[in-house]
């Protein structure tokens, strides 16, 4: 790539991270470009390069200066962390949507129970909570009235991925 990019979303053609490196204290930071474009239109935040290099502060809590330099990083081999951060992101997206049409009685005959179980399987290493998996399954093996919904339950496993950090599409969070 010749020069800096204008958005966010030209990253994807060079399929790069975002790299903070402070000034003040040293600190360096690779952003998965995915996820800060999902959070950022989350937030209505603008996805212009420049605007991004200026909102960028240090990762470290310590620290948090605003005086940081914004690059591109091409993907390399001592990045496994941010793929895998990638590949939970994936993997936490598609077991969402699987559970949020599960959660209505209306939409549940079309979804295999083991698909369900699956799920919840898939979710447990980030949820961290079994007691959250084992309260959303309980509930839903359950006989539900045709106009009864999980959506109590569904909610609490999207806020606890929200609490430990993890990127939750847009749409699943209202529950
Ligand atoms: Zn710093």
Redesign the pocket.
Request: hydrophobic fraction near 10%; charged fraction near 30%.
């Given at each position: 790539m010749v020069g800096d990019p204008k958005t966010l979303h030209d990253l994807a053609r060079v399929d790069g991270a975002v790299h903070v490196q402070?000034?003040?204290?040293?600190?360096v930071e690779l952003k998965d470009r995915e996820e800060m474009i999902r959070g950022r239109l989350f937030h209505r935040l603008s996805c212009d390069w420049e605007v991004v290099c200026r909102s960028q502060?240090?990762?470290?809590p310590?620290?948090?200066?605003a005086?940081?330099r914004v690059s591109v990083a091409p993907y390399s081999q001592d990045m496994d962390v941010l793929k895998r951060r990638r590949g939970a992101m994936i993997t936490i997206g598609l077991a969402l949507h699987i559970l949020h049409r599960s959660s209505y009685s209306a939409t549940q005959a079309g979804i295999p129970v083991e698909a369900v179980r699956l799920v919840l399987r898939a979710l447990h290493p980030f949820v961290g909570d079994r007691s959250l998996l084992e309260r959303y399954w309980e509930l839903y093996s359950r006989e539900r009235a045709p106009h009864e919904t999980l959506t109590l339950p569904f909610g609490w496993i999207v806020q606890r991925l929200v609490a430990r950090g993890y990127s939750v599409p847009g749409e699943m969070r209202t529950g």
């Open positions: 402070c000034r003040v204290c040293g600190h502060r240090c990762g470290s310590k620290c948090d200066s005086d940081v």
